[in-house]
């Protein structure tokens, strides 16, 4: 019996799959016997017969691995991303290339021309992390976070959503106390390609007293603005209806017209309430109440920053996905954390966020939202069962490297498939 199956299951498989129009897979189950040799089983072998729905979507996606952790953690998600997409009907054609440091020791830039090429050719971009101790003393042109800024506004994409959930099996990592930490569930949106990361003139010069002076250029134009703050009364809409606006009007003057022109949109936008925070009391706010937002929008070095710290509420920066979306073009989805070079190679990184932004990618990069759920699921599922990476690890549950936590959501993707 054996051997007759493992012969007869292709081609029942291939003969099934013309009968219904559609993907098989046959997967034999085996039951207990004696031995192969006499083959007196204690129980029968079974088939599962798993049906997935017909080819119907074939997508391009870049893949970015990056530095540090980043191989290992855009590994697994592809794996999931793959799984789903099958289960779902979706075909993807990835194509990896070098970015960040990995580009810099194999090209000596950080965006290599073809990197930046393929990316805005793919439907979407999924980037695994950039950075490490190696680059550090590079020039400022030749290091690893100059090729994410630079893919950035080649996509201009300027929107980056940023999500931070508190799962109800994650709550005792938050390190808030509990009851201030759970039911937490936000939406950071950031402006990604403007401010002071991006603005006009900066430097580093010699004053006339013969001193070193460096300066950036927070600056912001009307249409900036205006498009963000859209982005975020969207997103609200789609929530509790709750829209935040954080910056720093007191003081700086691109933050006068910041408040200035997102008060003006919310005339368009009646069923949102909007209110206004000074980013210091944001900070304050986001550890003291955390459940008072729903969906926060703000300029991109307080995004920045706000986002990682609303990262620790969760339990761990690394289960934090992101998406960076434009008016039109390929979205890149990527976690938040960064390469983590100190356990890099060791498979202790914590893979959840990427595959989370892998899901990101199938909802806002492609509209494909029942793949997304089922990713969704699958990370939840292997939670509940008590699976956990270092940076989530508590007593009680079972830890697990990076490549075993990966294994254990493709086994929850694959239980949602009836059988």
């Known amino acids: 019996m054996v051997s007759f199956c493992r012969w007869w299951c292709p081609k029942?498989?291939?003969?099934?799959?013309?009968?219904?129009?559609?993907?098989?897979?046959?997967e034999i189950i085996p039951g207990r016997y004696s031995s192969l040799t006499d083959h007196k089983f204690r129980a029968p072998y079974r088939i599962r017969c798993a049906a997935a729905s017909p080819v119907k979507k074939r997508y391009n996606i870049t893949l970015l691995p990056g530095d540090g952790i980043g191989p290992e953690?855009?590994?697994?998600?592809?794996?999931?991303?793959?799984?789903?997409?099958?289960?779902?009907?979706?075909?993807?054609?990835?194509?990896?290339?070098?970015?960040?440091?990995?580009?810099?020791?194999?090209?000596?830039?950080?965006?290599?021309?073809?990197?930046?090429?393929?990316?805005?050719?793919?439907?979407?971009?999924?980037?695994?992390?950039?950075?490490?101790?190696?680059?550090?003393?590079?020039?400022?042109?030749?290091?690893?976070?100059?090729?994410?800024?630079?893919?950035?506004?080649d996509l201009n994409v300027f929107a980056n959503l940023r999500p931070a959930t508190v799962l109800p099996q994650l709550v005792d990592a938050s390190t808030l106390k509990k009851e201030v930490a759970q039911g937490v569930d936000m939406m950071i949106v950031r402006e990604l390609t403007g401010g002071i990361y991006f603005g006009e003139p900066r430097g580093i010069t010699i004053n006339e007293n013969g001193e070193e002076v460096g300066f950036n250029t927070e600056i912001y134009a009307a249409h900036e603005i205006d498009r963000i703050a859209r982005v975020a009364f969207e997103t609200a809409r789609k929530r509790r209806g709750k829209l935040c606006s954080v910056d720093k009007a007191n003081v700086l003057d691109a933050s006068i017209l910041w408040r200035k022109r997102v008060t003006a949109l919310a005339s368009e936008y009646p069923d949102v309430e909007l209110s206004h925070m000074y980013v210091d009391n944001a900070a304050m706010q986001l550890v003291r109440d955390p459940k008072q937002f729903d969906t926060i929008?703000?300029?991109?070095?307080?995004?920045?920053?706000?986002?990682?710290?609303?990262?620790?509420?969760?339990?761990?920066?690394?289960?934090?996905?992101?998406?960076?979306?434009?008016?039109?073009?390929?979205?890149?989805?990527?976690?938040?954390?960064?390469?983590?070079?100190?356990?890099?190679?060791?498979?202790?990184?914590?893979?959840?966020?990427?595959?989370?932004?892998?899901?990101?990618?199938?909802?806002?990069?492609?509209?494909?939202?029942?793949?997304?759920?089922?990713?969704?699921?699958?990370?939840?599922?292997?939670?509940?069962?008590?699976?956990?990476?270092?940076?989530?690890?508590?007593?009680?549950?079972?830890?697990?490297?990076?490549?075993?936590?990966?294994?254990?959501?493709?086994?929850?993707?694959?239980?949602?498939?009836?059988?």
Not at 82 to 104: R, S, V
Not at 330 to 343: M, Q, R, T
Not at 379 to 399: E, H, M, Q, W
Request: hydrophobic fraction near 40%.
């Open 73 to 153: 953690v855009i590994s697994v998600a592809k794996n999931v991303l793959q799984k789903a997409g099958f289960l779902q009907g979706l075909e993807f054609d990835f194509q990896e290339m070098p970015f960040g440091g990995a580009a810099l020791d194999l090209v000596g830039v950080p965006l290599p021309e073809e990197t930046s090429t393929a990316a805005k050719q793919s439907d979407a971009i999924l980037l695994g992390a950039i950075g490490g101790y190696k680059w550090d003393k590079n020039e400022k042109h030749l290091r690893p976070e100059m090729g994410l800024l630079n893919i950035r506004r």
């Open 297 to 419: 929008v703000t300029n991109n070095i307080f995004g920045d920053i706000l986002s990682d710290e609303a990262s620790m509420i969760t339990g761990s920066i690394g289960m934090l996905p992101s998406a960076s979306l434009g008016e039109s073009g390929p979205g890149l989805f990527e976690p938040i954390h960064g390469s983590a070079p100190d356990i890099a190679g060791q498979d202790k990184a914590n893979p959840l966020a990427t595959i989370l932004s892998a899901a990101m990618l199938l909802k806002y990069g492609l509209g494909e939202e029942k793949a997304a759920k089922m990713i969704e699921d699958a990370v939840v599922d292997a939670l509940n069962k008590g699976f956990r990476t270092g940076d989530i690890y508590s007593p009680g549950n079972k830890l697990v490297g990076c490549k075993e936590m990966g294994e254990e959501v493709l086994k929850s993707v694959d239980s949602k498939v009836p059988v």
């Open 12 to 26: 029942l498989e291939k003969k099934m799959a013309a009968f219904l129009q559609t993907n098989i897979r046959l």
